[in-house]
């Protein structure tokens, strides 16, 4: 019987070389919710989406798929584990080679043997369902940053998969652009019924469309919760975080040995003497 | 109190395990693109589109180069040999030179500085802008869908570019030694035709191109996708490209000479 788990991560740790990114992180994401993982900056939250994806694996613990442990797949397995999964990537990486239509018809291409009035269907609803239906013939090079992003989601979609993956969705997105975004992630996890995780740092908009919420600092799961229940979170960390104060728990400043005064090359209580 | 002496020692150790480990990932990608090679020579039209980008996109600047250099060749040729009595050697020694050694390498350096830096570059931008990466989380390896179409349009455009240097060369001659400076055309012709062999000349020089042709394109393909994905790495690889191609090219020139002629 499957379990109730799209996703689960037991135990997991993750180093690049010798310096720790992860560390015993557990995880758990139930089929068709749509779970954020979220931030700051080189908290290790991208890699953990590279882990599910199986860009990388790790050094302990399992990364559970729909039942398979990604980190023991051979690479046939693992490409057929991708083919069942979408992945949004942070600036779209449309292939700029290519045009709108043959950037979503890649995949559809690439793995099927479809004939080309059908490819061309099916490129014509994906780009409909992301409102870019007559963009077809476009270069990647005359889209704004917001539709390039809407182009990449079309792609994401175009073989219908199980799992979808969100790499810093709403980065670098106009207030309108990013609200489409947000719009359309919903909508399309609604309607395709995929279970979903998106790494992001944008608390506000994130927290309005998931259904739960994990904390990464530091390489460890710190907090998590519904929405609901993170904005009512007392703990100081996450606090600062939704609330985006400059300094809590997470400092301000760069933590360095050194005064201000020494790197200055002030005397030490010049001012007193 | 010996670290003088050991240094220079240690850095050339250094550098020595450095290209050995570097000729090692260049061996195992070349293995890599051939593994992969299948889907690309099924899917045909995959390789020539990239032979239009490297090939017929070199078009023009290897039919110019090519005018020019036999143009050269012919003043020159004309210059020395009419000191000696035998002008009328003029196409057999333009011919010989564009054949055996000069078609094969500077098409190949062109080739190089026009192709090859445009593949890593745009194998490097590719790699930077996450489009590998997105290739392979779409369950395609970009080996089999980047590299592997590219590194076989370089190996099929660089004898024909190479040949046409040659032709373009030959005629560059014939216009300077016998349009210009008047020389019979059909002792320039038939001078050609006596001296040149098929097999050691023209089989020989194609095969050359050949050989630079794998080189400068695996070179090329490697330092792209090898390249630091930052604007500073990709254009650093591209630089890379351009200056290993060109002395791989002329140490292979060498070695190939010594064997064939």
């Known amino acids: ?273 | 109190m010996l670290e003088p002496l050991t240094a220079p020692l240690g850095k050339l150790g250094h550098l020595t395990l450095n290209a050995i480990a570097r000729l090692g990932g260049i061996s195992r990608f070349l293995l890599a693109i051939m593994l992969n090679s299948g889907q690309c020579l099924l899917r045909f039209s995959l390789v020539i589109r990239e032979v239009y980008f490297a090939g017929v996109l070199s078009l023009i600047i290897i039919i110019v180069s090519g005018l020019f250099v036999g143009m050269v060749l012919g003043l020159q040729g004309y210059n020395t040999l009419e000191r000696f009595g035998s002008a009328d050697a003029l196409g057999a020694m333009v011919a010989l030179s564009l054949l055996r050694e000069l078609g094969p390498v500077l098409a190949a350096l062109l080739f190089a500085s026009r192709s090859g830096s445009a593949m890593t570059a745009e194998i490097g931008l590719m790699k930077a802008t996450e489009q590998l990466d997105a290739m392979s989380v779409m369950a395609v390896n970009p080996i089999a869908r980047v590299v592997a179409p590219r590194f076989w349009a370089g190996i099929i455009s660089m004898p024909i570019l190479a040949a046409l240097f040659n032709v373009m060369g030959i005629f560059g001659g014939y216009l300077v030694g016998v349009v210009m400076i008047g020389l019979d055309e059909g002792t320039y012709w038939s001078q050609m035709r006596n001296s040149v062999d098929l097999h050691s000349d023209v089989v020989n020089g194609l095969i050359k191109s050949l050989v630079f042709g794998i080189a400068v394109t695996l070179i090329a393909v490697y330092e792209g996708y090898e390249a630091t994905p930052t604007a500073a790495g990709v254009s650093s690889a591209t630089t890379q490209t351009v200056v290993t191609s060109a002395l791989v090219i002329l140490a292979l020139d060498f070695i190939l000479t010594a064997f064939m002629f």
């Open chain 1, 1 to 273: 019987m499957p379990s109730d788990f799209f996703i689960e991560l037991r135990d997991v740790s993750f180093a690049y070389g010798e310096r720790p990114v992860l560390q015993n992180i557990n995880l758990r994401i139930p089929r068709g919710q749509l779970v954020a993982i979220m931030g700051g900056s080189g908290s290790g939250k991208t890699t953990l989406l590279r882990l599910i994806s199986g860009q990388f694996r790790p050094q302990h613990g399992e990364v559970i798929v729909d039942g398979h442990d990604v980190a023991k797949m051979t690479n046939a397995q693992l490409f057929a584990h991708r083919r069942r999964m979408g992945m949004l990537f942070q600036f779209g990486a449309l292939f700029t080679d290519l045009s709108v239509f043959d950037n979503v018809a890649f995949p559809i291409r690439e793995h099927t043997r479809l004939p080309e009035n059908l490819v061309r269907d099916l490129v014509i609803m994906k780009l409909n369902a992301v409102g870019l239906r007559g963009t077809q013939d476009l270069m990647p090079a005359q889209l704004s940053g917001g539709m390039a992003r809407r182009v990449a989601l079309a792609r994401a979609i175009a073989l219908d998969p199980a799992l979808m993956l969100y790499d810093e969705p709403f980065t670098g997105l106009d207030p309108i652009s990013l609200g489409v975004i947000a719009l359309l992630i919903k909508k399309l996890n609604d309607a395709l019924g995929t279970s979903a995780v998106m790494v992001t740092h944008d608390v506000h908009k994130s927290l309005d469309i998931v259904d739960h919420v994990y904390f990464v600092a530091n390489g460890k799961i710190i907090a998590d919760g519904t929405p609901d229940q993170v904005r009512a979170e007392p703990s100081p960390w996450v606090h600062q975080f939704v609330m985006g104060e400059a300094d809590g728990p997470v400092h301000f400043a760069y933590p360095v040995e050194s005064t201000l005064a020494h790197d200055l090359n002030i005397p030490q209580g010049g001012a007193h003497a």
